[in-house]
């Protein structure tokens, strides 16, 4: 399946592009890490510690655990700090 | 309920005025307006990046929660993003209710989850560097209250 993977604040950062697009079989989202970080050193700096992680699985915030069963875009970034 | 992401600047005093007046039947009015805050006089500006798309979707999800818990009139939720200089206003809440204690308890639910539960992170730049907000601990376990 193709997903598109969006990187917001430090994580962007770090990757260097705000998103890309993704040709891959992972089944979740710790798959879809795993892969990641095989791509290089910025990426296996980028989630070297997922507890600075949060991820959204089409603009809904949710787990590493979660499934990527028909999920189209992937959003990692840092904790939020709004208001 | 009005809920805004914008990159341009708002007048607080002219939105709660504005808001104050299309929420008919209210007996309160809470508003909440949040700056940008410079710390010892070193922060030259600060940016502010969201995910468009998730975090209007995030707001409205907020803000229709806080219709659910409370008997609200109306609800107005403001958020800039972009580069904001010291003093300026980043964003607003404001909440109408027949009644303070529902204005207030929403208004203060608004802002705890939109704190954490919103896409936006702030950037801060000083003369000597850059660096991301963290969040807070406190901003998490102020969830729990509700």
Redesign the interface.
């Known amino acids: 399946m193709t997903i598109t993977i969006?990187y917001?604040?430090?994580l962007?950062e770090r990757i260097g592009e705000p998103r890309e697009t993704l040709q891959t079989e992972a089944r979740s989202v710790s798959a879809l890490v795993d892969e990641l970080r095989a791509k290089g050193e910025r990426y296996a700096l980028a989630f070297s510690d997922l507890a600075a992680v949060r991820v959204?699985l089409d603009?809904?915030?949710s787990d590493f655990d979660a499934p990527l069963d028909g999920v189209r875009e992937v959003?990692f970034?840092?904790?939020?700090?709004?208001? | 309920m009005d809920i805004r992401v914008q990159a341009e600047p708002f007048d607080y005093g002219t939105e709660c005025n504005a808001f104050t007046a299309s929420a008919p039947g209210a007996g309160a009015v809470v508003s909440f307006c949040g700056i940008v805050r410079d710390a010892g006089g070193q922060l030259a500006r600060m940016e502010i990046e969201h995910y468009p798309g998730m975090t209007e979707r995030a707001l409205n999800d907020i803000a229709t929660q806080a219709g659910e818990r409370w008997d609200l009139t109306e609800v107005l939720i403001i958020h800039r993003h972009g580069p904001l200089a010291p003093g300026e206003t980043i964003m607003m809440v404001a909440t109408a209710s027949r009644h303070r204690a529902e204005a207030f308890a929403a208004a203060e639910f608004l802002m705890d989850y939109l704190k954490s539960r919103a896409p936006f992170w702030k950037k801060e730049i000083t003369a000597t560097g850059e660096a991301w907000v963290e969040a807070a601990e406190r901003d998490e376990t102020a969830l729990k209250r509700w």
């Open positions: 969006l917001f604040a430090w962007r959204a603009q809904e915030l959003a970034f840092p904790p939020m700090t709004g208001g």
